[in-house]
């Protein structure tokens, strides 16, 4: 992958990388840690959901003929033989002009063909009269099947109920754990390793000095990482020397990416493209975007077992703003084809913008802005300076206002299109 001094566009980049990425192998893990996992295999039923015929309401479960013509002004009376609780099994028949009290979920019993709720009968009476409920009074006619969940009625026994590739959400673990499974093979969460490049760098928690600065990217990006399911593994801050990168770099090789921030650009002091291609094959580009121009990506090889494995490799520029925006373009898709999931793309809509911004260089302009909702449409207002190091501009933004390399640039009134970094409506 050699380097290449001309401008590509972001979707060669980012066919580029994504075309270095292979979806990562399946593990078992409890339900409870598969949230937002893709599923590795099939799922299928082994019995009947719901188990057995049972009652949707608290009521009397009764055949329906028996309830023929009944009114609150002609109840029709029915003999009640059993009280089945939820959980409980029925040990009676309901024969002609008898009743069985019945509790939301429990087995119906055998001949009930119907359940009247409580509130359709005259229970509530008989209770103030001294509770004697050996007999009920029914005051509606009930129709066959009326208040009652059919066995098989949400899931039938050998049906496919959960697809390989479907993204575990709640009402997927739900699912699990009613077909009482309390594991799910789901594709494995990346391990991304992050080094923070820069001998101006300093971690949080040591004393500022002059001439340093604290190192943000290692952090936002690290959140960004476990934001979109992967595990971040957090090597540092890797000098300005030969030596202090390589040991930085050989401890990230047992991740499944290695992502660097810095040290991509042409500067003489930017000595991590030197490094890197001491170990594998590491293109250099600048891609037609803004911020966010230089961009390193490759392999890092590394033998183990006397088998090569590659790394991907994704270098990031070293301004704040432009590594979040880097990230959001290239890493977040690869960390999710990784996992297995099939749509990398945010939501994006068409907004008015409210402020001017220019074009002046052909680049892909990333515009931080805060979106609001006025009536049915969208408006887009720029959060202040743009400067790639205002790193604040991305805390106050919701959304990143496209403007075309292909245009000089909008102005107030245009209609943009707007990723958003944060969308409601998701």
């Given amino acids: 992958m050699p380097f290449r001094d001309e401008m590509i566009s972001v979707e060669e980049a980012l066919e580029k990388v994504l075309s270095y990425i292979d979806v990562l192998d399946p593990e078992e893990k409890p339900i409870l840690q598969c949230m937002g996992q893709v599923l590795a295999q099939d799922v299928y039923a082994s019995f009947n959901i719901p188990p057995m015929d049972n009652a949707a309401m608290d009521g009397y479960a009764v055949r329906a003929q028996d309830t023929k013509d009944a009114s609150p002004s002609s109840p029709r009376y029915l003999l009640v033989i059993e009280e089945v609780a939820a959980g409980s099994l029925p040990s009676k028949e309901v024969v002609p002009g008898t009743a069985v009290r019945i509790m939301t979920g429990a087995p119906l019993p055998p001949g009930a063909d119907a359940v009247v709720p409580f509130e359709d009968t005259d229970e509530v009476n008989r209770k103030a009269l001294g509770g004697d409920l050996s007999q009920i009074g029914i005051m509606c006619e009930a129709k066959r099947g009326a208040n009652i969940r059919r066995h098989g009625e949400d899931i039938a026994q050998g049906e496919l109920v959960l697809r390989k590739g479907t993204v575990l959400r709640p009402q997927e673990i739900g699912v699990l754990a009613s077909l009482g499974r309390s594991t799910a093979p789901v594709i494995r969460r990346p391990r991304i390793a992050i080094l923070a490049t820069g001998d101006e760098l300093l971690d949080v928690g040591q004393p500022l000095t002059l001439g340093k600065i604290y190192d943000s990217n290692t952090y936002t990006i690290a959140a960004e990482v476990i934001r979109y399911g992967g595990i971040p593994l957090i090597l540092g801050i890797g000098r300005d020397s030969v030596e202090s990168l390589s040991r930085k770099i050989e401890q990230g090789l047992d991740a499944d990416m290695l992502i660097t921030s810095g040290g991509v650009s042409k500067g003489d002091y930017d000595m991590v493209k030197d490094v890197l291609a001491q170990y594998g094959e590491i293109g250099f580009w600048t891609v037609r975007m803004k911020p966010g121009k230089p961009l390193a990506f490759g392999t890092i090889r590394k033998v183990i077992g006397g088998r090569e494995r590659q790394v991907p490799h994704l270098g990031l520029p070293g301004n704040p703003v432009s590594a979040m925006i880097t990230f959001e373009q ?87 299109e707007v990723q958003m970094l944060d969308w409601e409506q998701e």
């Fill in 330 to 416: 290239f890493a977040r898709p690869a960390i999710l084809k990784m996992m297995g999931k099939k749509s990398w793309t945010k939501p994006t809509i068409r907004a008015t913008i409210e402020d001017e911004i220019a074009n002046s260089d052909g680049r892909r302009i990333f515009a931080r802005v805060v979106v609001t909702k006025r009536g049915e449409q969208y408006y887009a207002k720029l959060t202040g300076p743009q400067g790639s190091g205002i790193l604040t501009s991305m805390t106050k933004a919701n959304g990143l206002a496209i403007v075309p390399e292909t245009v000089k640039g909008v102005k107030p009134g245009d209609v943009v």
